[in-house]
């Protein structure tokens, strides 16, 4: 490899530092990753404790392309680094009337499951996906992997008249709503559309591509559990000659007449000639951008001012039996979904709360001993920036029970709790101090209209030379896939700047 002359330093090792780092070495430049929690990718992380390994958030793996096109990147075979399998069926689905439902992405059993429910819904359905998906290869193609460094680069006639094909104005739950009558169902695809963390009732439709494509492209496993992606691309930056420090706190981004020059972290000032920020955006530039000039736009006013995601509470549990009726993948949608849904975005605790349900070790046995299960029981919680919930004792563990006897309602998980040997969780609270996440939100800035695209916070800074972010709240979003594309986009117009050919 030819090194180049320059040096990278990028503030974060989450998913989005990390790839980042991986296809700079590819070219060639020197770059130093620093982190301040004591191991690398941020909120892909997890906790090992007792025999059982739990991922500590992300477990849904979608798009398995766009973590390849890493390894790809920089000439390695993912296959000597990750062992993917496909699950079939990808979810299951359990209601408050006890009635379940699997969900697969093989079209033979996916339509004998929306038969189940109703002819008329199976033909709803699979029209949705058929649209849904036409949708997907617009977004794809003309905005989720390409930049917008000016308006005129996303307000064009090509732009415009794709983004009139996507017709996002309706709302996630209404535009299902046209294609399937049953709540089931509507419940099944608006809880997947939340997964960038907004209201299925306030969002802009787009969303349902999640579903979508879970269903078309299907979804896969990663033996050991997501943390393996990270452990993957940890290797490959030492491979490939990146240094890694962690327990780093990086306190300022240093910059001198509108360039960036350095950071300073706890211990020493670091020059570097290219800066890439993956802590949260509106964290980053109101804590370690200084003065007011370079923040541009996103003075604190404007960060305080813009629209973010929900949290999460997440119970981890560590069971001492087998639960045969679990697959990798559950939902529970519980009574009155949609007034706990919007309870969340008010500022509320849901009280009859829908779960997403994690149960890796269903299939992979180093996640837990073969007689043991681990289990993630996930619920979407109103973020810190609603100031009404104090995560103290009381509030976490009155919480954790309700979560408790709403898994108990699944049949055959009644006696759960007596099988529980190792308990964690956690709040909205840890989601700030160990990420520096911005409110404590699981999923960043919001993907409203006015925050995504030209819109959202883009990954080159257009008022300080050098300076690049990568992550969750700049474009083209949230979720580990989006996020390891805005790393490409960053790379991309780090090459562009350098004068170098992408591939
Ligand atoms: C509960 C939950 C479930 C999710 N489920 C899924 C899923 O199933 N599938 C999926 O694809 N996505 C999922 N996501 C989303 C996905 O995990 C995130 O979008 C992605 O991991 C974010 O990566 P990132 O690189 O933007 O930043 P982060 O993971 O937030 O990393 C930022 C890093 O910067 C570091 N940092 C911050 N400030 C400083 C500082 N001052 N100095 C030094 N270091 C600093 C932090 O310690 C951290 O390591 C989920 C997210 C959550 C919270």
Redesign the pocket.
Known sequence: MVWLDKKVLI???????LAAAVRLLGKGYKVEI????KS?????NFIEENGFRFDL??????TPDIYKDVFKYVGKDYKNYLKLEKLDPIYRAYYADGSQYDFSSDLVKLTKTLESISKEDSIGYLKLLSDVYEKYLIADEFFLQKTFDNVTEFINPVTVSQALKIKTLSNTYDFISRYVKSEKLRQYLCFQSM?VGSSPYDSPNIYTLIPAVSHIYGLWHLKGG?YSYIEALEKIIIELGGSINTN????EILISQEKAMGIR?SSETKLGDIIIC???FP??VK??IKDEKPKGIYTDEKISSMKYTCS?F?LYLGLKKKYDQLLVHNFYFGDEFKKNIEAIFKGFLPEKPSLYIYCPSRIDKSMADRSKECLNA?VRVPNLLFNNIKWDVNTINLFRNKIIQTIKKIKGLEDIEKNIILEKY?TPKD?EK????YGGT???LSHTLTQTNYFRPQVKSPTVENLFF????VHPG??????LL?SKLAVEEILKDNKIGKN
């Open positions: 503030i974060g090792a989450g998913v989005g530092g620093y982190d301040k929690e690398v990718g941020g909120k892909v958030t992300a477990s849904i793996f979608m997964y997501m780093v706190n990086v306190e972290t993956n802590a949260d964290y980053a804590e370690l999460n997440i996930v956690l989601f160990l990420f520096n996440s699981a999923y960043g990568v992550g969750s709240s949230t979720g580990v896939s989006i996020v805005s």
